[in-house]
């Protein structure tokens, strides 16, 4: 019987081996993202404190002043005094030049709004913006532009595309939710095939001897992938969330909720002088005194509402934000959408990002989380090692057979003449 357990396992990794690979190397490298940024452009994060904060207006004013084309959508700012400030901006399309050029400007918009389709889900954490536009940062104090960023065209951003679609689109996608569906069985097949039969033998599964390149191999994959399998499921099954839409709508099926957020509130008046960055900021402080930060978000149109988005300062998780919408211009409080107020699969579906990037454990989560997805690289390389290692090991047992053989032939032969 565990003679199929390992030709499952063997095959399943095998077909999935090279993605699983690749998945696991771009996942660790996305779980410290935040910090890698900071470590490698600290003065692009971090300002000086000074006396008095310039206002949120006249930074956004002063940024589009020196910016032609640019327009600022909305600006995220840091109860942390040390912090700088964030812009988002969107750029007008220069429409310029022969009518080739213009076909060239098409085309490019067109491709970019079929690329941002295929990017549904994607995280908008870590400073990327409303899918992963272009940002400033600011010194608050100063209204100083210290650093422009766009995260399309950033090494993490490759990371990230090459983690979730295998920079293929819609094929790399579905590449990468069969390839990790795959990987939930090759983990439950490995569990059996390490499940000990008496107490010696699970000394030895749960301890690396470091005797020898073929143990040392045979350990690192059965005794860390001991170690680390349960990780691994974890973030293999929460990734099923982002590639397939049936897994998506499974979570509110399962606890009988609906996917379903309501409408963002509309804004009561029509025409008339829009408030301003600050007025809403001032107005969301009396709602929400205290939090780790504040996003405003201006309006996409003439009815739309302001929307703000609050960390909490002690939150659940890093998705356990809350919502309120502004009348864009009386300033009026509209609405909310509290996390405490979401169903319980809109709870259910919030924790599975926190649960597969480990920050559901704090800094202890991530570094497991790291360490897993490491360790996750170094299976099928190890996993093959061992299936060449068994091969020539049986090759050499034939031959035994063989030699063992031939010696009485050559007897009786010898024998006879």
């Not at 030895?204 to 040392?216: E, N």
């Not at 860390?224 to 099954?237: E, M, S």
Request: with cysteine; proline share 4%; hydrophobic share 40%.
């Amino acid at each position: 019987m565990k003679n199929f357990w390992r030709n499952i396992h063997l095959y399943l990794g095998l077909a999935a081996g090279i993605v699983i690979m690749i998945t696991c190397f771009t996942g660790a490298t996305l779980v410290f993202e935040k910090e890698w940024q900071q470590l490698i452009y600290p003065e692009r994060y971090t300002v000086t404190p000074g006396e008095k904060r310039i206002s949120l207006d006249e930074t956004a004013i002063a940024f589009q002043k020196n910016h032609k084309g640019a327009s600022v959508t909305g600006i995220k700012i840091y109860s942390d005094p040390t912090r700088s400030l964030e812009l988002s901006y969107s750029e007008e399309k220069k429409h310029e030049g022969k009518k080739d050029g213009k076909k060239a400007d098409g085309d490019k918009e067109k491709s970019h709004k079929e690329h941002g389709k295929k990017e549904e889900g994607k995280k908008p954490e870590a400073g990327k913006g409303a899918g992963g536009g272009s940002q400033a940062f600011v010194n608050p104090y100063t209204g100083e532009l210290i650093s422009l960023y766009t995260y399309r065209n950033t090494f993490f951003f490759t990371m990230f595309s090459l983690h979730r679609w295998l920079l293929a689109g819609d094929i790399g996608k579905l590449i990468v939710g069969i390839s990790t569906s795959i990987f939930l069985f090759i983990i439950i097949t490995g569990i059996i095939l390490w499940w000990p039969k008496t107490k010696a033998k699970l000394k030895q599964h749960l301890t690396v001897k470091w005797a020898g390149w073929k143990r040392i191999n045979h350990d690192l994959h059965i005794v860390i992938g001991f170690y680390t399998c349960i990780f691994l499921f974890a973030f293999a099954f929460t990734g099923l969330a982002w590639s397939f839409e049936w897994f998506n709508n499974g979570i509110y099926w399962i606890t009988g909720t609906e996917n379903k957020r309501p409408e963002p509130p509309a804004s009561i008046a029509v025409a008339g002088t829009t408030i301003t960055f600050d007025q809403v900021y001032t107005a969301i402080k009396q709602q929400a005194p205290e939090a780790a930060y504040y996003t405003l978000n201006k309006p996409k149109d003439s009815t739309a509402a302001y929307a703000v988005t609050v960390m909490p300062l002690n939150p659940v998780h890093e998705k356990a934000s809350d919502q309120y919408f502004f009348d864009q211009y009386t300033g009026q409080l509209l609405g909310t959408a509290l996390y405490k107020d979401r169903n319980l699969g809109q709870r259910v579906r919030g924790i599975f990002y926190p649960i597969h990037v480990g920050s559901i454990g704090g800094v202890p989560g991530r570094i497991i989380a790291f360490l897993s997805c490491i360790a996750g690289v170094t299976f099928p390389v190890t996993g093959v090692i061992l299936w060449i290692n068994r091969l020539n090991k049986k090759k050499k047992k034939a031959k035994k057979k063989e030699s063992r053989s031939a010696k009485p032939a050559a007897q009786k032969e010898a024998l006879a003449v």
